[in-house]
């Protein structure tokens, strides 16, 4: 079975600090790749997604994430972070062109002022 | 649109006790979700739905059971609540798109304690 590996649990940056959240997943065919945030207390949306073409993706709020097939990786980045950006990190996969998504564990960021 | 709604959005349960929560989208989406979220374990799937009358076993089904009996209206059931069953659930919908294009909508989640 697929799986989605995020191996930061917990980031703790200053504002204006640069991001990288790190996502490798475990499947040979075909993925879709998702990042979604989940504010405090909120529900989950989406910030960005890939699913052919351009590897380099950019999402909302300055978020963009690299999708690196030999790696099987799609990490997360952000040049500058700000205090708003606290919040809870998914990444998440659909396989084989399939209809569910996998999910990571999840990273935590914490952006202090 | 309100997108996807959950109700209730907080309830306790006492062990032994069963309860229906509710989602509802209004985006005529053909598939629904249902996950529950605990810490450190990020969301995982309980059951899902392609259609209208249509249900699936996702990761974590046992103590769940679910009902699609209209498009926009997907139900879990707890039959027999336990304290494992304490979570965060989460409903989400999709479209239904060639090639697992599926980017899913949440909805706000129902937060349950089962004491």
């Known amino acids: 079975a697929q799986s989605v590996s995020q191996h930061n649990h917990h980031v703790i940056l200053s504002e204006a600090a640069s991001l990288e959240l790190g996502c490798n997943y475990s499947y040979g065919g075909t993925v879709n790749l998702f990042w979604y945030v989940q504010y405090p207390g909120q529900h989950l949306q989406l910030l960005l997604k890939?699913?052919?073409?351009?590897?380099l993706v950019k999402g909302i709020k300055g978020f963009e994430a690299e999708f690196i097939k030999s790696k099987f990786s799609f990490n997360l980045r952000k040049p500058s972070v700000q205090w708003s950006d606290t919040a809870e990190y998914f990444c998440a996969v659909i396989t084989g062109g399939g209809n569910k998504l996998t999910f990571g564990t999840g990273t935590q960021l914490k952006v202090e002022l | 649109n309100a997108g996807v709604t959950q109700t209730p959005k907080f309830r306790v349960l006492k062990t032994g006790q069963s309860m229906t929560l509710l989602c509802a989208q209004d985006?005529?989406?053909?598939?629904m979700y249902w996950y529950r979220q605990d810490p450190g374990m990020g969301l995982r799937l309980i059951h899902y739905s392609v259609g209208e009358g249509t249900t699936a076993k996702g990761e974590v089904p046992d103590g769940y059971n679910v009902s699609r009996l209209k498009k926009q209206n997907f139900l879990l059931g707890l039959e027999s609540a336990a304290p494992s069953q304490t979570s965060v659930y989460f409903c989400?919908?999709?479209?239904?798109?060639?090639?697992?294009?599926?980017?899913?909508?949440f909805g706000p989640g129902t937060r349950l304690t089962v004491l």
């Open positions: 985006m005529n989406h053909e598939y």
């Open positions: 890939y699913f052919s073409g351009d590897p």
């Open positions: 989400a919908s999709s479209y239904r798109l060639a090639g697992g294009r599926n980017e899913q909508f």
